[in-house]
């Protein structure tokens, strides 16, 4: 058995020292788990050279898969750390991303007033989802995030030998733990325990980190702009946790509304201990600091309108503060458990904050009110009485069966597509008295999704009418799709004048994108549909879909056709004085390629943020950004700052048309090649056999299912274990191919200009730049010698040769065309990336050959693979970073 590496002492140490030293560490602290649980196999987990044998696989997978979660939370602290010392020794504008760095880089002339406008317009959405790409159990997000804290701790300089070691003694045991939890479900989640899984990461970070936010954000622009700026929310949480019904029949009506109680109980339970300790803490005495007669009466009044407000006033005796303090608790202890006498309105919970916030400012207990009540109120303004807004999304493919059948009661239905559709549609919505359907004669999915619509409707008029979100329809293709949502709306009780109801679009595949302004330019035509858009302040929101557009038409092309589609929608709907909020479907960045955020951002298409920006962060992106609270703080500053920063604050240059003429070619020739490939005989064959994506199933990581309705086709599958697939057999091919085709016939047509024409784009074109580094981060992923032993898995070689040599020949000309428009060769660019891919790369490459066999057994009927195969999926997945 090797020696275990000695332990060494990571607080004499700066950056990278402190980092190897704290991995060095923690490999000593990993080694004496194995010692003690699976010592048969320290040395091959120790030393990737040697293979993995069989026999012990499992707990030889499960000791690697431990040591890839404990260098992502080595990573976290490290990136923490070097943020804090970057700021201690350069200031706060020298950290990238920071609200400081942002205003620093702002119009000099910009004046106060102007940024004030500018702030207000100032709102993000970040947007959790589970499916169903996160394999981590709740317990084991917990034992990450101790462990990580406990690194936090050691980074004090305080700590005596004896102290520091019982603290590493510490992350041993939390070590141990992982070992004897587990990571493999045994059982596929229910979704009350996904609905928990995404509650905990408020619980743990995202509740006290909008506080902190705020602070950032108030710290920057008192410095740039003076005190005394009003701050509003600039971060709205969104969560498809319970809503999301696509291609999921686990999702009901039910289940939305357990979704609703759960997340409305947590951030209630969250005020009411917030509450408590402030009127436990703030003892102030009118006896001896008296107050203004008008800041007094108001605080007594808080006091009278509780249901004991009587019984309050004679207690504590002077104790004004604490009188109204556990008067507030009291209705908020009231909204926990349902009776009457609670906030009608969390607006008026706000007022309340706000009253005792100018007392203690009145008295000059300004610092008292920065601890116990501004905090309170800054999660009240973001997070309401709901924690976060709960989307609903469906897909257009349920809606019109549904109201198809609810046309069949009295009749025949028209056909959906045709004119006799559409102006059924346009008829009933005018009609001021529509004849309700009797729910009794209709099917359970139509009446599943009727009273689905009424619970929004119930929602909207509840103490948060923010607690529901849009209607999101997913695979939306025509104006119809969407006036199908108007009408079911009314069906189940919303008004014929307007709906109180955010009907949103999902434009998915590469038609749908190029189809949108048409879309609106037809519903815009109804009025019923202008009406309810209209009441919106003007803007409209609308979804791309990233990994579906990618799945359909290649990873170029699918970048370009969404930079097109938002573009065209601003100018679309700009027309009819309305302007888009974009949300964009990708988990955990505003990029194809899951780019850094601010850089996605930036890359966006010149006035179309506008200062607004929704996007999904998914699976694991959600426990690597929001499960410690620094990380949340920093994510969330990153992303509220990528947008001030696209603020329209200063007059931007006009798009270089020859710039947009080269994009075009190149995106076509990008998508010529990739459907190309997807079109070739057999490739379905081909993806199923050289890939674990049947067996996928097995892993119990969501609720979800992996296809939508059953059917078996590239078409029906759902985009993310398309991209889950090609990440586990190393091809990537949803990160780069058609790229090197395309470069290499951009530059064959129009000869040297092209090389001058690619550079000058690569300098100065930030999406042409954007692609380029994604691409690159993909083919750094990417083993062709990986994915020819994959390969060896179809059966046919027909099927396999001329598929894995075209995929093979895209790859070397995907390598040449990068190093053509880089200079430099794969990874140089991205030393930190590189280091961690050569880091892991030998213990990646063992686990996909050990993977490989397991299938081969799994699939010629081998008895006892299950676990072992379920068991790789995950491990390569927690070393890759992703699963899709």
């Not at 080694?31 to 003690?36: D, H, L, P, S, Y």
């Not at 994108?513 to 309810?532: K, M, T």
């Not at 296809?707 to 889950?724: H, T």
Request: glycine share 6%; hydrophobic share 40%.
């Amino acid at each position: 058995m090797p020696a275990a590496p000695h332990l060494t002492n990571p607080a004499a140490d700066e950056g990278d020292d402190y980092t190897a030293s704290l991995r060095a560490d923690l490999r000593h602290l990993w080694a004496n788990v194995i010692q003690r649980r699976a010592p048969e196999v320290l040395e091959a987990a120790l030393s990737p050279a040697i293979p993995l044998p069989e026999e012990a696989a499992v707990p030889l997978m499960q000791a690697v898969n431990i040591w890839f979660q404990l260098t992502r939370i080595i990573d976290e602290n490290s990136a923490m750390r070097a943020r804090r010392l970057v700021e201690a020794t350069e200031g706060p504008e020298a950290v990238e991303g920071s609200f400081a760095a942002a205003l620093t880089a702002l119009d000099p002339d910009m004046t106060r007033e102007d940024f004030a406008q500018l702030s207000a317009r100032l709102s993000v959405g970040p947007t959790l989802t589970a499916h169903p790409t996160e394999a981590k159990r709740v317990t084991v997000l917990e034992i990450h995030r101790r462990i990580y804290r406990l690194l936090v701790s050691l980074e004090t300089q305080r700590w005596t030998p004896r102290e520091r070691d019982d603290i590493l003694a510490d992350v041993e045991s939390e070590i141990d733990l992982l070992w004897m939890t587990g990571e493999l479900r045994i059982e596929r989640p229910r979704l009350a325990d996904e609905i928990e899984w995404g509650l905990q990461f408020f619980r743990d970070a995202l509740y006290d980190a909008v506080p902190q936010l705020f602070d950032r954000f108030t710290a920057a622009t008192s410095d740039r702009f003076g005190e005394g700026l009003a701050i509003t929310p600039c971060v709205r949480f969104h969560s498809w946790i319970g809503g999301d019904r696509d291609g999921n029949p686990n999702v009901t009506t039910a289940t939305t509304r357990d979704a609703l109680d759960r997340s409305r109980r947590a951030i209630l339970a969250r005020y009411l201990d917030a509450v408590i300790t402030a009127a436990a803490r703030i003892s102030i005495t009118a006896r001896i600091t008296p107050l203004p007669a008008d800041c007094e009466a108001r605080i007594k009044a808080i006091t009278a309108r509780s249901p004991r407000g009587a019984d309050l006033a004679t207690r504590n005796p002077g104790e004004i503060f604490r009188q109204a303090l556990t008067a507030i608790a009291d209705r908020l202890r009231v909204l926990l458990e349902g009776g009457a006498g609670g906030y009608p309105a969390v607006s008026q919970f706000i007022a309340d904050l706000r009253v005792l916030e100018d007392g203690l400012h009145s008295i000059n207990a300004a610092r008292l009110a920065a601890r116990y009540l501004t905090p309170l109120r800054w999660q009240a303004q973001v997070f309401g009485f709901r924690t976060h807004t709960l989307d609903i999304r469906q897909n257009s493919t349920v809606t019109t069966a549904v109201l198809s059948e609810l046309w069949s009661l009295t009749g025949p239905a028209p056909a959906y597509g045709t004119p006799g559709w559409s102006r059924r549609l346009r008829e009933d919505l005018s009609r001021p008295d529509l004849t309700h359907a009797d729910r009794a004669r209709l099917t359970p999915e139509a009446q599943e999704l009727l009273a689905l619509l009424a619970l929004i409707r119930e929602a909207r008029i509840s103490e948060d009418p923010e607690a529901i979100g849009p209607f999101i329809l997913s695979m939306t293709r025509t104006a119809d799709d969407l006036l199908a949502i108007y009408l079911l709306a009314r069906h189940a009780g919303f008004g014929a004048e307007k709906l109180d109801l955010q009907v949103v679009p999902l434009f998915e595949t590469i038609d749908d994108l190029r189809r949108a302004p048409e879309v609106f330019d037809a519903l815009l035509q109804v009025p019923l549909a202008e009406r309810s858009l209209r009441s919106r302040d003007g803007t409209v929101e609308v979804m791309l879909g990233y990994s579906d557009s990618n799945k359909d038409g290649g990873f170029l092309c699918s970048t370009w056709e969404l930079d097109k589609a938002q573009r065209r929608l601003t100018q679309s709907l700009a027309r009819h004085r309305l302007r888009p909020v974009f949300f964009h479907g990708r988990g955990g960045s505003g990029s194809p390629g899951g780019a850094p955020t601010g850089r996605a951002i930036a890359a966006q298409p010149v006035g179309t943020v506008q200062g607004r920006l929704r996007i999904t962060e998914q699976g694991e992106v959600v426990s690597s950004k929001y499960a410690n609270r620094g990380t949340a703080v920093g994510n969330l500053e990153l992303l509220a700052s990528s947008v001030l920063s696209h603020l329209p604050v200063r007059v931007q240059p006009a798009a270089d048309p020859e710039h947009i003429d080269a994009l075009e070619a190149l995106a076509g020739l990008s998508q010529t090649a990739y459907v190309g490939l997807l079109g070739m005989p057999g490739f379905l064959d081909y993806f199923q056999q050289a890939s674990p994506v049947e067996e996928l199933a097995m892993l119990k990581i969501g609720s979800r299912p992996a296809r939508r309705f059953g059917a078996r086709s590239l078409g029906d599958l759902r985009a993310i274990p398309w991209v889950f697939a090609w990440s586990q057999n190393r091809h990537m091919i949803t990160g780069w191919y058609g790229f090197g085709s395309a470069l290499r016939a951009f530059r064959q047509v129009r000869g040297p200009a092209a090389d001058r024409m690619l550079a000058d784009m690569f300098t100065r074109h930030p999406l042409f730049r954007l692609m380029v580094d994604e691409v690159e981060k993909s083919l750094m992923l990417t083993d062709m010698d990986i994915a020819e032993a994959y390969a060896g898995l179809v059966t046919d070689p027909a099927v396999r040769t001329p598929i894995l040599s075209r995929i093979q020949a895209e790859h070397s000309a995907a390598l040449a065309s990068l190093r053509d428009i880089t200079g430099t060769a794969l990874g140089l660019r991205f030393p930190k990336m590189q280091a961690r891919c050569e880091d892991l790369r030998p213990q990646l490459d063992r686990l996909n050959r050990l993977q490989i066999s397991l299938l081969r057994q799994s699939r010629t009927g081998a008895s006892g693979t299950t676990v072992p195969l379920m068991q790789s999926m995950t491990c390569i997945a927690s070393g890759l970073g992703w699963t899709g």
